[in-house]
């Protein structure tokens, strides 16, 4: 247990600045879902979804394409 | 998602479009899942639904031709009023499951600006009423991932 969390820590510190914001979002996206029926990966993908301006929002939304 | 290219948004037509209804004096709000889509919902569509205002019929075929949209008056061979075009994927919906009237619902919708347009959207809640109240299998299917996104919407909006 110690060893693990030893191990994690050290992986943590080699992480990007933008792979800890992504890993904090999973983080937060399991942290929602506890002791709900809510799937943290709907969740992660919803709180990705919202750092996006609302032209990305939309083009990752379409099955068809916008064709500027 | 990040990628190398431009993000698109509406198509040139659709910005046309809205901004001609807009100038018609139109009142109408995004609804569906493209507006789910603008609140976060990892979901995906077909089509943008656009609710409009009762008695808007001939401000919506104004906006279409002045915006080079194809539209098609409802009842012709029994069809709900329909838009087309290559760059065109609007539909109107002319019934909302679940919903109070359109006149009503405009207290629920939040304003996002898209492609410089500011459009009226209903927000989730109210979404995820109307698809709980439509009760079809492809509401059902898009229930989870709306729910979990009014969570993870609900969590920015607490953030201070």
Sequence with gaps: MVYNLWVHSILQSQLSTEQKHYLSLWQKAVRLAEGTKHDPGDIYHALCNLELTPEEQLDGGFIRAGRA | ?160
């Design chain 2, 1 to 160: 998602m990040a990628g190398s290219s431009e993000p698109v948004g509406l198509s040139p037509t659709e910005r046309a479009f809205l901004r001609a209804l807009q100038s018609q004096g139109v009142p109408f709000m995004m609804v569906g899942i493209a507006a789910a889509r603008l609140q976060g919902a990892p979901v995906v569509t077909e089509d943008i639904d656009l609710w409009f205002a009762e008695d808007t019929q001939t401000g919506i075929a104004a906006a279409a031709k002045e915006a080079g949209v194809i539209y098609i008056p409802g009842g012709i061979a029994m069809n709900p009023p329909t838009f087309g075009g290559r760059d065109v994927r609007v539909d109107q919906v002319l019934t909302m499951s679940g919903l109070a009237s359109f006149d009503e619902e405009l207290g629920n919708t939040i304003v996002r600006e898209v492609n410089g347009i500011r459009l009226r959207i209903l927000n989730l809640e109210r979404i995820i009423a109307s698809k709980r109240a439509a009760n079809r299998d492809k509401d059902r299917a898009v229930l989870p991932a709306l729910e979990a996104a009014l969570v993870a919407l609900r969590s920015r909006e607490r953030k201070p």
